[in-house]
């Protein structure tokens, strides 16, 4: 089993619904992140979560929000998806400390 | 803001050379550098983390290297493989905060 557990793979969803991006993982890692990728471009951090009660908004955090359910969860949200926002999304986590981050396999979303 | 570049460029080479790829950052000054492999439509995978003490890395064909006066990066793969063919990110963070600002990726393709 993956360390870090992305779902959906796949979503095409419509204007304007509201969809959510779930993200597990079994590292036992305090910290989790949120980003996307678009062709071309890097990886942009949308959210991160240092602990349960710690969220903070990346560089592109509008037009999203997140749920730190539990150590092991971390949730993004898209309230009212658009277009814009097709695209590659990962979550990733990492321990304290200056260590690497290990990501999950993706979701690829795309908003019609 | 910080900015973290490298070629967009993709790099071509023959089988059993050496590949190198340069990351260059601007108006940071990161703790560690880390790199990573990227396979399409997968999460990225950590190669390697250099400190800003070490001026070198090494980790069987991968070698990193990090030259915070010239606030560059350097990774070569030794005897290249086609299966070393994939995107290859660079990616800085800082003592202050564990937010991982990515380059937006090098492809390297190695032809048999």
């Known amino acids: 089993d993956a360390d870090v557990t992305q779902t959906p793979r796949n979503r095409i969803t419509k204007t304007g619904k509201r969809i959510m991006l779930e993200c597990s993982q079994t590292?036992?890692?305090?910290?989790m992140y949120w980003y996307r990728q678009d062709p071309g471009l890097g990886l942009q951090l949308i959210y991160y979560?240092?602990?349960?009660?710690?969220?903070n908004k990346g560089e592109i955090s509008d037009g999203y929000s997140v749920s730190r359910q539990a150590q092991a969860k971390f949730s993004l949200s898209l309230e009212s998806a658009i277009p814009n926002q097709t695209a590659l999304y990962f979550c990733?986590?990492?321990?304290?400390?200056?260590?690497?981050?290990?990501f999950g396999q993706g979701t690829r979303l795309t908003v019609v | 803001s910080q900015k973290i570049e490298q070629n967009s460029e993709a790099l071509n080479i023959q089988e059993g050379k050496t590949a190198t790829l340069t990351c260059n950052y601007t108006?940071?000054?990161?703790?560690?550098l880390q790199w990573y492999r990227q396979d399409p439509g997968r999460g990225p995978v950590f190669l390697l983390l250099?400190?800003?003490?070490?001026k070198e890395k090494r980790k069987e064909r991968l070698k990193v290297t990090f030259d915070t006066t010239l606030k560059q990066s350097l990774f070569h793969i030794t005897a290249s493989q086609p299966a070393d063919s994939a995107t290859y990110l660079c990616?800085?963070?800082?003592?202050?905060?564990?937010?991982?600002?990515f380059g937006s990726g090098t492809k390297l393709n190695v032809k048999p």
């Open positions: 990616a800085l963070d800082g003592y202050n905060f564990n937010k991982f600002y």
């Open positions: 108006n940071y000054s990161p703790a560690y």
């Open positions: 979560s240092f602990d349960v009660k710690d969220i």
């Open positions: 250099i400190r800003e003490n070490e």
């Open positions: 990733a986590t990492s321990d304290s400390g200056l260590t690497e981050a290990f």
């Open positions: 590292k036992g890692h305090d910290r």
